[in-house]
């Protein structure tokens, strides 16, 4: 069997709804099936092979090629398998995925593993917003899995996160880790303003000094087994997880105080 390969023809002109090209909803289908799916596109729908030219078999391995920031929902709540993206993905990329793999060779969109619960997604270039976040409304966002941004990250990453680990290797936006409950947070870049706002607990690690909100107090420099520990699970996920946690003794700050304080930013020496 060879990988389910899906070519976008051009360059979509609306956004269009992919989340029903996953692992789990294309299990046991055949060709002809998968290619007369309806997706939505805007007000209207379009059948698979009238945007996409079909490859392969395998539904548990499927490729997009020609990616586009108008390609939404990639991976929406599939729970196996893996996906690949030649090109940029949109928004709600692993919306909601309870397993499996998403690896984007280009930028994702906004809400990227929004909600998500368990699994891994790979980006390797910039991220929109809301990474990791809930949706307006929800209370829970990210709940599970690993989450690795090869470039920058937009505003209010971890929003509301709940469990799991979120990785930027570039910069991320304003209220970074704003409102988290738990879960792991690094950045080894710069933060904009307001890291940590409304944080409940979990752990924000930052590779450079940040300018904090009043409302964190500076507990002083520590030495953390645990982060060993961490980088020791980072580097059995692969080389491109290496140097997220380039060492063990930091400097805590304890916060956010207006929501209970326990919380934390850790900021290397």
Known sequence: MSELTFTLRNPPPYPIDVSALTPDKLAGKTPAAIAALPLRC???RERVEDLFSLSGDDPSAIVMENGAGKL???GEDMSRGSIFVHGNAGAYLGFGMRG?????SGKAGAFTACEMRNGSVLVRGDCGDFLGAALPGDRLGMRGGTVLIEGNAGDRVADQMRRGQILVRGNAGDYCASRMRAGTVIVLQDVARAPGFGMQRGTLLLA???HLPVTFNDCGTHT???LRLLQKALALQGAAYAGFVPGIRVRRYAGDMATGGKGEILVYE
């Open 100 to 104: 499996g793999r998403i690896e984007v």
């Open 42 to 44: 805007g007000k209207h």
């Open 224 to 226: 953390f087994a645990f």
């Open 72 to 74: 939404n929902r990639i």
């Open 208 to 210: 450079r000094q940040p």
